[in-house]
């Protein structure tokens, strides 16, 4: 038998994967070995695997995850699932890199003003967006900002400029809501503006990020209830500016660095479910719910439970209602659910779930860039 098979040691040395990475492959059932000698444990392998031993060593090179790697490697031929598997990640890729590129523009900035702090200027980024989209978009982040002490950097709403789209981002750690918009650069100016900054246009990749106090964040979204068409923002090193309606307000912003917001945004949903806001509220309101220690502090709150079923059915029900066999169950905390959805009106939802420990999506139709996502409650085994 052994004549026809292929040993670990001619696998690895004619594959690219090592001896060790062989073995936990076959332990993590993605490339089994064919064989097993009962008396060494030695493995042997198939002439066929050889195929899929170089394949694997390739996927391996680019980072893809293990269940990936599984999926790939276990997809059946004609499907376009292992095609669909690499665009994913290489569209995870590419978003690591253009984070990447935020990331070192902002370190070089960092070393200019560590080797010559005497010389470096505080730049303003000057933009306008439309004063009713700002505060649907303060409106759509408000609820998740953070109240914990201790965490002083969740206290507060980030304003992420980049390029031409203004990014709102607010988190306590068990949810996060994104609101985006697209913006107006007016220009970019030094301080102190000198005569050639005054009317030099903004630069198109123009990039900064503050974090308004939550104080700031309500006084701006009352400022913005004036009824002007435009809002005109001012974000610069350690303070922001917003006018509006022949009004202006203007404080500082907080002194933290705020935690990496785009990885944790970046979900791999299983399941999407279209329905109305209106309805997922109702059956929220309705539906039983239980006690379980999941809050802020580890404090009780009020869970409830998404259900769906084979047939892509959405119910709500509590912790220890019996389960549905072959059903896929979230469990979250309810008021924050409620929180996360419009207060009225029908508006339609999607529902992005990706299993019991993964993270809730509630997105809108049409804005990409708004949605909430809820941390999962871990159900009692």
């Keep these: 038998m052994e004549s026809d098979l292929r040993s670990i040691g001619e696998l690895a040395r004619d594959s690219g994967l090592s001896v060790s990475a062989l073995r936990f492959y076959d332990g993590a059932v993605v490339l089994a070995s064919a ?15 050889l195929a899929d031993a170089r ?23 004609g499907t376009g699932v292992a095609h669909r598997v690499l665009d994913a990640h290489l569209g995870r890729l590419e978003d690591g890199l ?22 470096v200027t505080t730049i303003e980024h000057r933009f306008t967006v439309p004063a009713r989209e700002l505060a649907d978009a303060l409106d759509a982040v408000r609820f998740a900002v953070g109240s914990d002490p201790e965490l002083p950097v969740l206290a507060g709403v980030l304003f992420d400029l980049d390029g031409g789209l203004l990014r709102l981002v607010a988190t306590d750690r068990y949810r996060m809501a994104l609101a985006e918009l ?6 970019v100016a030094e301080a102190p503006e000198a005569p050639e900054a005054r009317d030099a246009p903004a630069a198109v990749g123009a990039s900064v990020a503050v974090i308004v106090p939550t104080a700031l964040v309500d006084a701006v979204r009352a400022l913005l209830g004036s009824g002007a068409e435009r809002a005109e923002l001012a974000l610069g090193d350690g303070s922001v500016r917003v006018e509006t309606g022949g009004h202006r307000i203007e404080g ?20 999407r479910v279209d329905l109305s806001a209106a309805e997922l509220r109702d059956a929220v309101r309705s539906a039983a719910t239980g006690s379980l220690p999941s809050g802020p502090h580890g404090a009780d709150c009020e869970v409830a439970v998404l259900t769906l079923d084979a047939d892509g059915r959405l119910t709500v029900a509590a ?10 169950r979230v469990a979250v905390n309810r008021d924050f659910l409620l929180e996360a959805l419009p207060d009225t009106g029908p508006g339609q939802l999607v529902l992005e779930l990706g299993g019991p420990v993964a993270p809730l999506a509630i997105r809108t ?12 409650v871990r159900l009692p085994a």
Excluded: C, K, N
């Design 35 to 49: 064989w097993v000698d009962p008396r060494t444990g030695y493995r042997w392998y198939a002439p066929g695997q």
């Design 55 to 77: 394949l694997l060593a390739r996927l391996r090179r680019v980072g893809l995850p293990l269940a990936d790697i599984r999926a790939v490697l276990g997809a059946a031929p």
């Design 98 to 119: 253009a984070d990447a590129r935020r990331e070192l523009s902002l370190i070089r900035r960092l070393i200019d003003q560590r080797e010559s702090p005497m010389t």
């Design 182 to 187: 697209p913006v107006t650069a007016d220009r």
């Design 252 to 271: 500082a912003t907080l002194g933290h660095d705020y935690p990496d917001y785009r990885a944790l945004a970046r979900l791999d949903p299983v399941h």
């Design 319 to 328: 912790p220890d209602a019996e389960r549905v066999p072959e059903s896929v």
């Design 365 to 376: 139709p049409g804005h990409p860039g708004t949605f909430s996502i809820l941390m999962p």
